[in-house]
C-alpha cells in the first residue's frame, strides 16, 4: 500500500516589471557613481577647488620662546610651481636678528595626512631665512617652524597657511 502525501499548490506571484528593474538599476548605477564622485571629492582635493581655503596673509608674526618670529607668504601659497618661497624673520625680544639658528619647517594638512617632507631654510643674513615648499595638496595647512640656536633648547611655533589650485 502507498501513502501519498498532499501537498498545497504554491502560486508564485512575480510582480517584476521591465520598468521596475530599470529603476533599480539606475539606482546602483547612481550610487556607485555618486560614491565614486564623494571619494575624488574627498582624496583629490576637489572641495578646495571650488571653495578655496583662506588666503593666507602676507605676513604673520608669533612669539616663540624668547624670539619673534616674522612669517612673510608673499607666493600665495599654491599646490603646482616652484614659488611657494616663505620667509622668516627671527628676533630675540630685544628686537636683535638670531643669526646662527638652524631652522627647520614642517608642513602639515589641517584635514587628512598628506606626506609633505621637512624642509631647513636656508640662510639669507641678518635674521632672515628662506625656505621653499612643496604641497601635495590644497587646502589648510599648519606650518610648524622649530627654531634652534646654539646652546638654546629647540623652539617651535606654528602659522596657518591656505593652499590653493592654480
Known amino acids: 500500500m502507498q501513502i501519498q502525501i498532499a501537498r498545497p499548490a504554491i502560486k508564485v506571484i512575480s510582480r517584476r516589471t521591465r ?3 530599470r529603476i533599480m538599476q539606475g539606482l546602483i548605477v547612481g550610487s556607485g557613481v555618486s560614491v565614486l564622485l564623494m571619494l575624488a571629492w574627498i582624496h583629490l582635493g576637489l572641495g578646495a577647488l571650488l571653495v578655496p581655503p583662506a588666503a593666507t596673509p602676507p605676513k604673520m608674526e608669533a612669539a616663540a620662546g624668547p624670539y619673534v618670529v616674522t612669517l612673510y607668504a608673499d607666493s600665495g601659497q599654491l599646490v603646482t610651481g616652484d614659488d611657494n618661497i616663505v620667509s622668516l624673520e627671527v628676533h630675540d625680544s630685544s628686537g636683535h636678528p638670531l643669526t646662527d639658528a638652524a631652522v627647520q619647517v614642517r608642513a602639515d594638512m589641517m584635514t587628512m595626512a598628506m606626506p609633505v617632507p621637512d624642509v631647513t631654510a636656508a640662510t639669507q643674513g641678518g635674521g632672515r631665512y628662506r625656505v621653499h615648499l612643496l604641497f601635495s595638496m590644497a587646502g589648510s595647512w599648519q606650518l610648524t617652524i ?7 633648547a629647540a623652539v617651535r611655533v606654528a602659522f596657518d597657511v591656505g593652499v590653493r589650485w592654480r
Open 19 to 21: 520598468r521596475g528593474d
Open 146 to 152: 622649530v627654531i634652534v640656536a646654539p646652546g638654546q
